[in-house]
Each structure stands twice: as structure tokens, then as C-alpha cells.
């Protein structure tokens, strides 16, 4: 099973996202889940990047696949801070509707942090 859990600060905002595992539903290179989560996630990043022009830091393990964590910078200018947290809205979106539509192969979780610590 793919988990996506997503960190959104007391105030709202979306801070960090992090996907692990794998979905399972069909052989190797035909699990159309799989690719599902993996066209949002890529499309998040690369719309981070050229979208709302900003580096983030991306952690994934390219060898066995199954891993990407996603961290946004901790202070941003007002108005890519904007766009970062649409394209951020946008992906657990995404995720949420993955989840509800393919239960048994994808979870997405808010947590929500306290003063910078989570619950």
C-alpha cells in the first residue's frame, strides 16, 4: 500500500509531504495506481520548480522506488508562498481523490504540527 502523509502547520499551510511504499495493484510496470501517484507527485515537484520558481528539498530512493519526501523552505516571499501552497492544495487533492477512489491501494493522511512539533 502507497502512504501519503502530508504535514500542514498550525496556521494552514502545507510544509512537507512524504509517499512511501508501493500500491501493488498489478505486476511491475502495468501498476496503474503506482503511476497514478507518481505522475502527481512528479508533476508537483516540477510545478514547485517551474511554476512558483522556488527549491525544494526532495529525498527519494532511486534504487528501490518506494520513497519521496518532499520538504518546502521554511520562509518564502509572500507571493510564492501563494502559489507554493495552491500547487501544494493541488497535489493532496489529487491524493485525497487517489485515496477515496482506490482505498486498498493508497492512504492519505493531514497532520497538522503545534509550535513547530508534531502531535
Known sequence: MILAQFTRKAGGQLQS???SGHA???PYGY???CAAVSTLAINFINSLVELARIEVDVQL???????LKVTLPSHLEEKASQKVQLLFE???LGMLNLSNNS???VQTQVTETLNGGKN
Not at 61 to 67: H, I, M, N
Open 103 to 105: 482505498s486498498e491501494f
Open 17 to 19: 509531504v512524504q509517499v
Open 31 to 33: 501498476d496503474i495506481v
Open 24 to 26: 501493488g495493484s498489478g
Open 90 to 92: 493541488s497535489f493532496l
Open 61 to 67: 530512493d532511486e534504487l528501490d522506488g518506494g520513497f
